[in-house]
């Protein structure tokens, strides 16, 4: 009897916005109410999700199994309320276990240090103005996880990809996966400075939300032409934290 009433309920074509909200509400006011960490976030946030997409593949089922309507107004219904689920996880957040920085980092040389600026979901950007070469970092997503564009003038065909640094003990920073996940093809033979694409998103393993540290961010060239080397264009300095 149980087993038929859940099966009832989690295949019913009644049932899938009720369920998927419940799940989610609840997984909300957990958020709300106990301590919350980056793990706690992610299964929060997962497993709505994860209840949504059940149901969509059951909705499927049924329309194979010529339960046209019935199939159709479950799928229809889960991709609804599993896009109002990731509004109230992203928007609509309760807690987060994001702490904002406070303009404390350890920096014993007193070096000059940039925060990277925001960048919204559809890669929105701020506006800002580039007169000189430049490599700007961009908060994506959630914390620890960036995107870069470089302005560049006078450089031949080749491509262009990060090397980051740890500020005060120089240990570099996700090597293999910063360098290629930042890698963007460039080239521009005038004078005038070029905007060059967003590179993909990238995440910096080392720390974590909320662990802020220096950052020396190095844009490096490789050119098209294998027999020239590969040289460093520009540096600056990043606030940043780990993923």
Do not use: H
């Amino acid at each position: 009897m149980i087993k038929a009433i859940f099966f009832k309920i989690f295949n019913g074509k009644w049932s899938a916005p009720f369920f998927i909200s419940s799940v989610g509400i609840f997984c909300w006011i957990w958020m709300l109410i106990l301590p919350v960490n980056k793990i706690i976030l992610n299964l929060c946030f997962i497993t709505p999700i994860m209840v949504a997409l059940g149901y969509i593949i059951l909705g499927i089922s049924k329309i194979f199994k010529k339960r046209f309507k019935e199939g159709l107004v479950q799928v229809v219904l889960s991709v609804v309320f599993m896009f109002i689920t990731a509004v109230f996880f992203t928007v609509l957040l309760p807690k987060s276990p994001y702490k904002e920085y406070k303009g404390d980092i350890y920096n014993p040389n007193n070096v000059k240090v940039d925060m990277p600026l925001k960048l919204s979901f559809s890669d929105e950007k701020p506006l800002f103005k580039v007169d000189k070469p430049e490599v700007i970092l961009y908060d994506y997503n959630q914390p620890g996880t960036y995107k870069y564009q470089v302005f560049l003038n006078k450089i031949e065909k080749g491509t262009v990809y990060l090397k980051m640094f740890d500020l005060n003990t120089n240990r570099i920073l996700s090597e293999k996966e910063i360098a290629k996940d930042t890698k963007v093809k460039v080239e521009n033979p005038s004078d005038e400075l070029k905007e060059f694409p967003l590179s993909k998103q990238f995440n910096v393993q080392e720390g974590d939300w909320g662990d802020y540290y220096g950052s020396r961010v190095e844009v490096w060239f490789k050119p098209e032409d294998a027999s020239q080397p590969e040289r460093k264009l520009l540096v600056k300095n990043y606030v940043i934290q780990g993923w």
